[in-house]
């Protein structure tokens, strides 16, 4: 397969795999949900995306978003309050989570937990304490974002029978998106990746080729409903890199034709419009010369008719 053509192809994948890097690192994204959110307050998650960030990046990781993240859950373990006779203070223990999982599928490849205390005159406040004792540079943590790399590509070299099993029975039923998206999860680490992206390319074609079949058919439908410009606009739709892009060039060239066709005929008939109208005036002008000449005639034998009477009558 040409390269050029074939890395064209794969650019489509980037959005769907932007944690896969050429050097074969897994690169990991910030991710909390919103149980989480709701859980620690618009603020507070935001502080500790952060923070989740900062871990990553500070692992020789890219913070990419991607198919692979890093998510916290946080798992309050004891909520007590104390009287200081001035004031209450709110005190919290809670088990803090990091968990390196792929999005799509849900599946888990490591994660590891810290526990954290904290108190404060609020239980928002107490979060916040809470966020602020995570440590960045905890060796727990680079522990797990290191472990994962090799966990996630072992995993998917085992997963890649079934993974192609199940892109296989994808394209049978021509769910090509979903065909897509299953191998957008492989990495660049596992085995026979080179096939993976070949089998991509193949994917690709097909639901572009799909898309332009679809897209000339309902073109064809909304011609003859007369909307031209709605058959013109699923075109420019189409991308003309899919394997079949021609069928587009020939219904442009076929709705060029009948255009075409279509002028000339209306052309024609305006011209023999005319031709009529021109016989008519040039028949109305011929007949009223007729008329004329007639009636000069009939005038110039009446003059001679009188003229004989009188010489008849009086030897004029």
Same mark, same amino acid.
């Given at each position: ?25 897994i ?21 500790l ?35 200081t006779?001035?004031?209450? +203070? ?5 088990d ?21 205390q ?18 960045v540079?905890? #060796?727990?943590f ?8 090799q ?9 890649m029978?079934?993974? +192609? ?10 769910e ?22 070949? +089998? ?20 064809d ?5 007369g ?14 890199v ?16 009948? #255009?075409a066709?279509?002028? #000339?005929?209306?052309?024609e ?17 011929? #007949?009223?010369?007729?008329?004329q000449?007639?009636?000069a005639?009939r005038a ?11 010489e ?5």
């Amino acid at each position: 397969m040409n390269l050029l053509r074939k890395l064209s192809f794969s650019l489509v994948f980037v959005l769907a795999a932007l944690s896969l890097r050429a050097q074969a690192v897994i690169d990991l994204s910030a991710y909390i949900d919103d149980e989480t959110a709701a859980q620690l307050g618009d603020n507070n998650a935001a502080a500790l995306k952060n923070k989740i960030s900062k871990i990553i990046t500070r692992n020789g990781m890219a913070d990419a978003a991607g198919l692979f993240v890093v998510t916290p859950t946080l798992t309050i373990t004891d909520d007590g309050a104390v009287d200081t006779g001035m004031t209450t +203070l709110h005190v919290l223990r809670a088990d803090l989570t990091l968990s390196v999982k792929n999005l799509f599928e849900d599946t888990v490849f490591g994660s590891q937990t810290i526990s954290l205390q904290a108190n404060g005159k609020s239980i928002e406040a107490c979060m916040r304490s809470l966020i602020n004792k995570v440590n960045v540079n905890d #060796a727990r943590f680079a522990k797990l974002i290191g472990d994962v790399q090799q966990g996630i590509a072992d995993y998917y070299t085992r997963q890649m029978p079934k993974i +192609l099993a199940k892109v296989n029975s994808l394209v049978a039923r021509e769910e090509y998106e979903d065909a897509m998206a299953a191998l957008a999860v492989i990495p660049e680490s596992v085995d026979e990746y080179e096939a993976v992206e070949d +089998l991509k390319v193949q994917v690709y074609d097909k639901l572009l080729a799909g898309e332009v079949t679809r897209a000339v058919a309902q073109a064809d439908i909304l011609v003859r409903q007369g909307d031209i410009d709605g058959a013109l606009e699923l075109c420019r739709a189409c991308n003309p890199v899919s394997p079949n892009y021609g069928e587009v060039i020939r219904f442009l060239n076929r709705l060029d034709a009948q #255009a075409a066709a279509a002028e #000339a005929a209306a052309m024609e008939q305006e011209l023999r419009k005319m031709d009529a109208e021109a016989m008519r005036a040039r028949t109305q002008q011929e #007949a009223a010369v007729e008329a004329q000449s007639l009636k000069a005639e009939r005038a110039e034998s009446s003059a001679k008719k009188g003229k004989s009477l009188g010489e008849w009558l009086f030897g004029l």
